[in-house]
């Protein structure tokens, strides 16, 4: 008899510990007829979301029992027949919706650390995104306005101190959270805002050998070994491409003392912002051996506004462009997934900074032509 309690016990343990493998979501649904599917779908192999499973709204209510995960993954949740969808992480604790079917983008999300640490992320790129878009309208406002320059200097600074500070907290995010799969999240964004890609390279080898394994996670390493071609102290990559004429220039032959690649386009505001800046610092440096090559992402069917744009901006020095938008050539040969761009060169090609404006290029311009 003891031993049969016994074998009864074991098995009532195992029991328990079956039913809590896996994990399930969970959610409210207001005004949404019965039947409706959610779909559930996280990210493949080449990064692209695949539904894994579905379930069918009940009493506007609806739960989804799900397998143990062994490594996190970005998982969306879509209602059939509206847009967008809500972001979650999928990790082993129960995971509760409150969904907002006409704007799921605002639906919430709680349950498991990592869901809070996402959530608690993207709030905080939302509140920096709403302060650079103030300061940007007061700039453009500055531009067509007062031109003021001591206030546009201010606001550029700000915007400065805010992206400064923004870096800070995502390295602090990646550092605190290396087996945590927001910590990849973080890294990507830090790259396509231009990080150096040796400060999120020693972030990257940081992480868990878990999160390593990731798509994601071998994406981002990708990434990585592709921009540091064009880091600091590397050899600028060669190129040609054409002008307004349409004659091939190629980089070598613009070569000065000092050189500055620029991406822009005419539909870039902050570009357009920042040219007056960079007309400075080549109107008083240029004659000393300072040469620019503008290298424009506007798109096809629109050269017309692109030879408007360098005619108003007075952008005298060569300018070219393939015409593709983000599919330039040019663009993704330097990695460019946000503009203005730029990459200072000395003498020899060689990378010696980048993404410099307002004071700070015409400082190391003056460093560099009087060196």
């Known amino acids: 008899m003891k031993r049969l309690l016994a074998a009864i016990a074991v098995l009532s343990i195992l029991g328990c510990n079956k039913e809590k493998e896996g994990y399930s979501i969970s959610g409210d649904i207001k005004n949404v007829e019965d039947g409706k599917m959610i779909y559930l779908s996280e990210l493949d192999a080449n990064n692209q979301p695949t539904k894994i499973d579905s379930v069918a709204v009940k009493d506007e209510k609806f739960t989804l029992d799900l397998p143990e995960v062994t490594n996190s993954n970005l998982n969306f949740l879509n209602v059939d027949g ?3 969808g809500v972001l979650f992480i999928s990790e082993n604790e129960p995971i509760e919706f409150q969904v907002y079917k006409d704007s799921l983008p605002t639906s919430t999300v709680k349950g498991g650390k990592e869901n809070k640490l996402l959530y608690d992320y ?6 920096l995104n709403t302060k650079v878009m103030r300061i940007r309208t007061d700039l453009r406002a500055q531009a067509t306005t007062s031109r003021d320059s001591s206030a546009i200097a201010n606001l550029k600074k700000e915007e400065e101190g805010l992206r400064n500070s923004d870096l800070a907290y995502k390295k602090k995010i ?13 890294l990507s964004d830090m790259i396509n805002v231009g990080a150096p890609a040796i400060e ?20 981002l ?13 590397s050899k600028a990559p060669e190129f040609t491409a054409p002008n307004p004429q349409g004659e091939e220039i190629a980089l070598k032959d613009v070569l000065g003392k000092v050189t500055l690649i620029d991406f822009w386009a005419a539909w870039c505001k902050p570009c357009r912002v920042e040219n007056p800046n960079v007309v400075k610092v080549y109107n008083k440096y240029h004659d000393k051996g300072f040469n620019i090559i503008g290298v424009s992402l506007d798109r096809e069917g629109q050269k017309d506004k692109w030879i408007k744009a ?18 330039d050539p ?11 761009a730029a990459f200072l060169l000395d003498e020899n090609g060689v990378i010696v900074a980048t993404n410099l404006r307002g004071d700070a290029l015409e400082a190391k311009v003056k460093e560099l032509i009087e060196k």
């Open 200 to 219: 999120v390279k020693e972030l990257y080898e940081g992480l868990s050998e878990n999160l390593k394994q990731t798509s994601i996670a071998k994406m």
């Open 330 to 340: 040019v663009a993704q040969l330097y990695n460019v997934r946000a503009i203005p």
């Open 310 to 327: 360098i005619e108003e901006d007075n952008l005298t020095w060569n300018q070219v462009s393939n015409l593709k938008f983000w599919n």
């Open 122 to 127: 993207l709030g905080h790129i939302k509140e």
């Open 221 to 233: 390493k990708e990434n990585l070994d592709k921009r540091s071609i064009t880091e600091i102290g």
């Open 174 to 186: 990646a550092k605190e959270n290396s087996e945590n799969f927001v910590a990849l999240l973080v």
């Open 82 to 84: 509206a847009k967008g």
